[in-house]
């Protein structure tokens, strides 16, 4: 079976420098009591990230000419493990950080790059992901918010659902159909940096099954976007939006989710653990273990140039399952009742928040199974 | 050696295997039939001593490089003791002593076994007995990790195992024996200090090579898989264009990376102070993918897997078998889960990332 290496990486000195960067930058948020330490990369906090993006930690490989750091994937694979790890509030900036940043980056127009790139960078410049729409979900190909040429740009309508974050992001990156979508249904896509703070877009709050506001639909009425918005070339969106999923889809994001819950696990079951609770724990850490392995490879395929899209597909289904695992192993060895407004039981109220957003983990970001479709394409079956 | 010449070795082993453990091969070692002929054609290229060092007569493979190996030999289904037999002289030449010819198995390889060395005269004498060793009846030598009155951790090889001891057989029909060394008799220069990877015992590593092998058995068995797939149609197409099985296979090769990537892990820390964490994950992931790659491959089949005519059994018999060696998974689970929590919830990330 030749598919499916994930060839072992050595992390770089360089790398490590910056692991003790951010453990000392994160150590100072902790002191000034600005880390709740259950937050992870949803939780938006836009005074976290202009720290973060000040102390460096953002846009970590772009050029520096457009306020980057021109460090190796490797580098920034560290910093977002580390951020993930202590549950730092990187919610505002990740989607700018882990996607849109690079989709522009790499196919944006000159004046975007110049506008946009120095203030993700700074922190101070939020995404949103605009892909899926009510009758477009999993199948992404049937997209039907439209955008029709007018003089200068485009003109949009239609609508977005599921967007994260719009509510408080600066833009977002919208999939809009403009042309035909042909033989093989992936034509006629072209992807547009949408300004939300502009007229003839508005957004309306969703809330979840924990109560909280995350996601929104967004509904474009005669939005017009100027020509140097588009990313890419006219008809370009569908290779494009696979390229990025592979990235949404490729970090250490899609294991670490509830990975305080584990630390909190830990420590509830006590220095010395029955053997069941010992069995259990040790299961989960052994899969997490590989689960890194596995995640940094990829960010070693990445930086040797490689586009691993079936390997994070593969990474996403085995570390989302992970992550759903955890809450139900850890209420099995603890007798706890979850409880969202325990303020005495940190555990309780952990699990709580973990069992309700569990559910979200193996859709987000492509359900499992459309991953594992993927991952049977990159298998040589169909 | 240079990691283009050790590349050239695997090709060679890999082709050394799949020309001679052939299906007749196989079928006799299954019963009980020592196979002489592929263990000649091992020795001839040198893979017993893969891992001795050069000096000392052998390849001087690295471990990493090494442990690629033992995946080819678990893919290849290799009916011998050389996983045992490499990991043994490895250890022996590393003790100072010198690497006989023929098959070398080892013991304790359990948790619950455990020998005692008693000093007679200018020798030493045994004491205490070896459950379920490999090839215990066949193998010419037994490296045996034993503690002297001292507590003082030790290696011995004894020439010739004793007859006459229980010969029990694995899931694959590979020999497990007992073997009673009580009162065996030892020269001077048959007991060497344990090298510093053994001082512990031998679980650890044979923990580590089991866990390698299982790799290269569940790949295998997926490739079975794969390849059945894609040629055996029902309802008017290959059964690889259904979904259901598709998912299957696509879960199975998860379970599969995650073990190859924790048993990579286990190979990079060889000798690292991470060392015995490495391979209890490498060995509990690997033990419980194995399960779950053989359920699904042989699932694909259908009936024609449960046959002796398939070959899939001998990768899948001996993934059933593998994963309960040197400590299934819950031994290990167990031992991680235990170092964790006293170890405590903010300690566990440095510990994943050595760092
Ligand atoms: C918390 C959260 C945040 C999100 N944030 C964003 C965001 O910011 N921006 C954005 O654009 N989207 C976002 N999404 C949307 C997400 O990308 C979609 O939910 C996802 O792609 C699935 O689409 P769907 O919900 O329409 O489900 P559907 O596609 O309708 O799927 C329903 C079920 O059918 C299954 N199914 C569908 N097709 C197949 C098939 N071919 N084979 C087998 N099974 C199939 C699915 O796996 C699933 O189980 C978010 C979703 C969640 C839960």
């Known amino acids: 079976m030749q598919a499916f290496q994930f060839d072992t990486v050595t992390l770089p000195p360089e790398a490590e420098a910056m692991r003790r960067r951010v453990r000392a930058f994160l150590a100072e948020e902790r002191a000034a009591g600005h880390l709740s330490g259950r937050g992870s990369w949803s939780a938006f906090d836009p005074e976290f990230s202009r720290r973060a993006g000040a102390a460096g930690f953002i846009g970590v490989t772009w050029p520096r000419e457009f306020g980057g750091h021109a460090q190796s994937f490797l580098v920034r694979y560290v910093v977002t493990e580390e951020m993930l790890a202590a549950g730092a509030p990187c919610g505002a900036h990740w989607v700018a950080d882990r996607q849109s940043g690079p989709q522009i980056l790499r ?38 918010t439209r955008a029709v040429r007018t003089e200068g740009g485009w003109l949009i309508n239609g609508s977005k659902i599921w967007t994260s974050r719009a509510h408080r992001a600066h833009y977002l990156i919208a999939l809009v159909r403009t042309g035909e979508a042909g033989e093989d249904r992936h034509g006629g896509l072209t992807q547009f940096i949408v300004d939300l703070a502009q007229p003839g877009v508005t957004v309306r709050p969703i809330r979840n099954l924990a109560g909280g506001h995350e996601f929104n639909e967004v509904f474009f009425k005669d939005y017009f976007v100027a020509d140097d918005r588009m990313v890419g070339k006219e008809g370009q969106g569908w290779s ?37 609770q010992a069995v259990e724990i040790g299961r989960l850490v052994a899969h997490l273990a590989a689960l890194r392995r596995m995640s940094t490879s990829i960010a070693g395929m990445i930086e040797s140039g490689r586009s691993p899209g079936v390997e994070a597909a593969l990474v996403k289904d085995v570390g989302t399952s992970f992550e759903r695992d955890l809450p139900e192993v850890a209420r099995r060895i603890v007798a706890v009742e979850p409880s969202v407004d325990d303020g005495e039981d940190g555990f309780a109220a952990a699990l709580a928040d973990v069992e309700l957003h569990a559910p979200s983990f193996t859709i987000r970001g492509g359900t499992r199974e459309i991953l594992r479709g993927m991952i049977a394409r990159g298998l040589g079956l169909r | 050696m240079s990691s283009e010449i050790s590349g050239i ?3 060679q082993a890999d082709r050394l295997f799949a020309q001679h453990v052939t299906r007749e091969r196989l079928v006799e070692a299954d019963a009980g039939r020592w196979p002489e002929a592929i263990w000649q054609a091992v020795e001839a290229a040198g893979l017993p001593l893969a891992l001795v060092a050069e000096e000392a007569g052998g390849a001087g493979l690295a471990a990493a490089d090494g442990m690629r190996l033992l995946r080819r030999v678990g893919y290849h289904t290799v009916p011998l003791p050389l996983a045992e037999t490499m990991l043994a002289a490895h250890l022996w030449a590393a003790a100072g002593g010198t690497v006989p010819e023929g098959p070398i198995t080892l013991g304790p390889c359990n948790d619950g076994d455990a020998v005692a060395l008693d000093r007679a005269g200018a020798g030493f004498t045994l004491r205490g007995r070896l459950h379920r060793v490999p090839w215990g009846g066949q193998a010419g030598h037994v490296l045996v990790h034993a503690r002297d009155a001292g507590g003082t951790a030790r290696l011995a090889l004894l020439a010739r195992p004793p007859a006459g001891n229980a010969e029990r057989t694995n899931l694959a029909r590979e020999p497990r024996v007992t073997l009673d060394l009580d009162g065996i008799a030892l020269a001077e220069d048959a007991v060497r200090p344990a090298p510093k990877l053994a001082e512990e015992g031998l679980l650890v590593l044979g923990a580590l090579v089991r866990a390698q092998q299982m790799v290269g058995a569940m790949e295998r068995s997926l490739d079975y898989g794969l390849t059945y797939a894609n040629e055996r149609k029902q309802f008017g197409r290959p059964i690889g264009k259904f979904q259901a099985v598709q998912h299957m296979l696509a879960i199975a090769a998860g379970h599969y990376a995650a073990a190859a990537a924790a048993a990579d892990f286990a190979a990079q820390e060889w000798g690292s102070a991470r060392f015995g964490f490495a391979v209890a994950v490498a060995k509990a992931r690997a033990g419980e993918a194995a399960g779950a790659v053989a359920e699904a491959a042989h699932q694909v089949h259908g009936a024609m897997g449960f046959t002796q005519e398939h070959p899939l059994h001998y990768a899948t018999r001996r993934l059933w078998s593998w994963r309960d060696e040197f400590g299934h998974e819950a031994l290990w689970q167990e031992r991680i889960g235990r170092q964790v929590c006293a170890a405590g919830g903010t300690a566990l990330w440095p510990m994943l990332v050595g760092a």
Request: with cysteine; proline share 5%; charged share 30%.
């Open chain 1, 240 to 276: 494009m939006v696979t390229s990025e999923l592979a990235f949404e889809r490729s970090g250490p994001d899609r294991f670490l989710s509830d990975y305080q819950l584990l630390a909190e696990l830990i420590d509830r079951v006590g220095e010395a653990p029955g053997e069941r």
């Open chain 2, 9 to 11: 070795l695997l090709d």
């Open chain 1, 107 to 144: 196919h944006g127009s000159e004046a975007a790059k110049r506008d946009i790139l120095p203030r993700i960078c700074a922190g101070e410049c939020f995404f949103a992901i605009g892909m899926s729409e009510p009758d477009s979900g999993s199948d992404l190909a049937a997209t039907r």
